[in-house]
């Protein structure tokens, strides 16, 4: 097989995996979840790939029963692109597109080949297809074989369940899934599990061996080292740190407990949001502060913290009330002292320099990734890193290059958990602020780095022990029923490894010193967080910071949001949109953004069918950039936003703003034209020099340094480019995606992003006519955009209270 002219070389993981999985559909098994460790990669093309060549070569021989089962092929992801894929690979001369007849199931529910050709999935029983689930579930009209779901490409349990939900709709006969090490597959179906463990990894490459590592489409590259068995482990000691965070968390574990019919009261849910954003940000908080705002992630820390002083839970009766006298004052005064403690100087930033000193000096030439629990948490770190190492900070939340690192700022890399890196042989080493979530505990045996760091306080050193070995023992559990169910023998009981502390333990309380020869654990806190720890978590992810972009972060998970209720053409079909958040519309030739409370009766609104969730203008964008660039960009017009809004704050009014700006040479019209710079309803200035002229009046050097400012119009005039593109074209080239004809709309379209075949993410949104705007109502946020029932039993907008 070659990629990209390439040979791909499937190495002994690779052939396990897939003797393994031919093995367990022989044996009827009707449900397996394959976990590796968290990274990006093509191993569900992989496997769709595998199946379709069995049973094409079983059509071909007519030999023994073929394992696979009559029926299309499926493979299920968020843009998992096994279109583009399969065209870039080949066996011999063959292409696998041809080869494997590959059709992508369009949003109608039809199928399309790589020529443009549209059919009907029931004229393709053995085809090979491939779902997009940005798509929504399109009904193909026929029952279908085998799904493969790409869970890694999925960023939430909901894209997960809906998956799974379209495989019972056409009722597969098989479902293989490929999952990040640590998730759960859930639900009522009985799954035959095989995590690829550190163990199991470890016992494959001593047993067969390993092969070079190219491209995502094998885990070579997982066995290029030794898996380690478990991660490192840097400890700190804070002792007034570690009390305030153990009475903090006994409040929320009391309040967790209270049993009422009510949500929880106001300043609680802050108390706990306040916590969360405290013990991930290990600089600055209020240059958090600033990124978490900035980036639309809820409100920052001293808005919350300013709830939390001014809450009483006055008027609370019952269990609430009680949990008012008795637990209240103690959770409200130890989360206010957590954050006067961490905002003024925060403790933990020297220890992060003095661990990137560390690792350069013990680790040379590798990578070092520090990862973070949010995108504004990163932004946040990325930029004091930059003012205290030196570097820019653009620079610092690019993914690394494959390979070992250059010398210099460039070997580190600031990364939230939700970007994922490819596999990657060279050596790479993770630093992890903090204990990762028993959500998350997966990520600390990720195939993205080969060495892996937590960062603990020592109250939590037991808590991340507990984790790592439950996530352990409950792996071998899971290997140990498959392996007697396919009858492939005993599996040895695995050792269980105490964390190695690699660095530390370094006292914080004191002035900063080198870290001491041996650790010493204060075996009375770490037993006492360990076990409040547990009972905390679950609220914690309940009233969680989000990391999706939300209006506001005042509402818990389970709370309803505003929604209004909106009546479309041709069939009365109700949508319910969240009412304070603006929709794309299109009008005339204009793609604009407005309040749903100004659409009217004819307006045409694009909405995303499935899972996707993006506007149309930024899935155009991802396409046209990498996620690299895509961050650079929006921390650019970030930083602009930012300098405009402090020379208002300087100047006073909006006038004053204009007049100033004016005194440097602008010809912008009005003071109303500048004020929209700041709100973000327009992207940035159409005059570069504008965009100069602010840097230089806030005095920001973050626009003025290395021509920022210049490469900041550059961007700006692209993204308006295909904005004024859009309005002119989006409701033709959708409608020549939908017929499955390249027009002039479709053309013009895919010059403007670089050639490339956009008809695909054209599908992934409907253009929907507005009949109707009716009432509100509060409703879950996972029911927004979606019609509720069957069609033609949805109530009316005047229905709607």
């Not at 940005?134 to 349990?157: E, K």
């Amino acid at each position: 097989m070659t990629d990209r002219g390439r040979t791909v070389d499937l190495g002994p993981l690779d052939r396990a995996t897939l003797t393994l999985l031919l093995r367990a559909l022989s044996s009827n098994q009707r449900s397996v979840y394959l976990s590796l460790p968290r990274g990006r990669h093509d191993l569900a093309v992989l496997i769709g790939i595998y199946l379709q060549l069995i049973r094409r070569g079983a059509e071909l021989t007519g030999g023994s029963p073929c394992p696979v089962p009559a029926g299309p092929v499926v493979v299920v992801g968020l843009r998992t692109n096994v279109t583009v894929r399969l065209a870039q690979l080949a066996i011999g001369q063959q292409n696998l597109s041809r080869a494997l007849r590959m059709q992508r199931i369009r949003g109608d529910g039809r199928v399309v080949d790589l020529q443009g050709k549209i059919t009907r999935a029931v004229d393709s029983p053995s085809g090979l297809f491939y779902l997009n689930t940005a798509l929504g579930r399109p009904s193909l009209g026929t029952s279908v074989g085998t799904v493969v779901i790409d869970r890694t490409s999925m960023a939430n349990d909901h894209s997960w369940e809906r998956a799974l939900a379209w495989a019972s709709e056409h009722d597969a006969v098989r479902v293989v899934a490929v999952a990040d090490l640590g998730t759960q597959p859930g639900g009522s179906r009985a799954w035959t599990q095989w995590p690829w463990s550190p163990a199991l990894r470890a016992d494959v490459r001593h047993t067969l061996g390993h092969r070079p590592a190219y491209g995502p489409l094998t885990s070579n590259a997982l066995l290029a080292h030794r898996p380690a068995a478990a991660p490192s482990v840097a400890v700190y000691r804070h002792k007034q740190l570690a009390e305030l965070l153990r009475k903090v968390v006994a409040g929320v574990v009391a309040a967790r407990r209270v049993r009422a019919s009510e949500s929880w009261p106001q300043p609680v849910a802050d108390a706990v949001r306040l916590l969360n954003l405290l013990w991930c940000s290990w600089g600055s908080i209020g240059r958090q502060d600033t990124w978490q705002v900035l980036m639309g992630r809820g409100s920052g820390a001293r808005a919350l913290a300013r709830s939390v002083s001014r809450g009483t839970l006055e008027g609370r009766g019952g269990s609430w009330g009680l949990f008012r006298e008795t637990q209240w004052p103690d959770l409200r005064r130890g989360v206010l002292n957590l954050y006067e403690l961490l905002y003024d100087d925060n403790p933990r930033w020297d220890l992060l320099l003095a661990l990137i000193d560390w690792a350069r000096a013990s680790r040379t030439g590798t990578p070092i990734l520090v990862r973070t629990r949010s995108r504004s948490a990163a932004a946040a770190v990325a930029g004091e890193l930059a003012d205290a190492l030196g570097g820019d900070a653009d620079s610092l939340l690019l993914a690394p290059q494959p390979g070992p690192a250059a010398r210099g700022a460039s070997a580190l890399h600031v990364m939230p958990y939700a970007e994922r890196l490819a596999w990657d042989a060279s050596p790479r080493l993770e630093l992890h602020l903090g204990v990762p979530s028993p959500l998350r505990t997966g990520v600390l045996f990720s195939g993205a780095a080969g060495e892996h760091v937590a960062v603990v306080e020592q109250s939590e050193y037991s808590w991340l022990e507990r984790s790592a070995d439950r996530a352990l023992s409950s792996w071998h559990e899971q290997i140990r029923q498959t392996a007697a169910a396919l009858k492939l023998g005993e599996v040895p009981e695995p050792s269980t490894p105490s964390l190695p502390v690699a660095y530390g333990p370094v006292d914080l309380s004191r002035p900063f010193s080198s870290p001491e020869d041996s650790p010493q654990h204060d075996s009375r806190l770490a037993l006492d967080l360990s076990a409040l720890f547990e009972d905390y978590d679950a609220p914690a992810r309940a009233i969680g910071t989000p990391e999706a972009p939300v209006r506001s972060a005042t509402t818990a998970a389970d709370d309803p949001v505003p929604a209004t209720a909106v009546l479309t053409e041709p069939e009365g079909a109700v949508l319910w949109l969240r009412s304070d958040e603006p929709v794309d519309v299109l009008i005339g030739q204009r793609y604009a953004r407005v309040p749903v409370a100004a659409l009217t009766p004819g307006s045409q609104l694009l909405r995303a069918r499935g899972d996707g969730q993006s506007r149309l203008h930024d899935r155009l964008v991802m396409v046209m950039h990498d996620s690299a660039e895509v961050t650079a960009m929006d921390t650019m017009i970030g930083f602009f936003r930012q300098a405009i809004t402090a020379v208002y704050e300087q100047r006073g009014s909006w006038p004053d703003v204009l007049a100033a700006l004016k005194n440097l040479g602008s010809e912008v019209s009005s003071w109303q034209a500048v004020s929209k710079w700041a709100d973000g309803s327009v992207i940035a200035p159409e005059d570069p020099q504008d965009i100069h002229r602010v840097a230089l009046l806030a005095r920001d050097t973050r626009l003025t340094a290395g021509g920022t400012w210049q490469r900041l119009a550059r961007m700006a005039e692209e993204l308006r480019r295909l904005h004024r593109a859009l309005g002119h074209t989006a409701a033709a080239a959708m409608a020549e995606a939908a017929g499955g004809m390249e027009g002039p709309a479709l053309r013009q379209l895919k010059t403007l992003c670089s050639g490339i075949d956009v008809s695909e993410i054209l599908e992934e949104f409907d253009l929907v006519v507005v009949r109707r705007v009716g009432g509100q109502k509060g409703m879950s946020a996972a029911a927004l955009g979606r019609v509720p029932g069957p069609r033609g039993t949805s109530r009316s907008p005047q229905e709607a209270p």
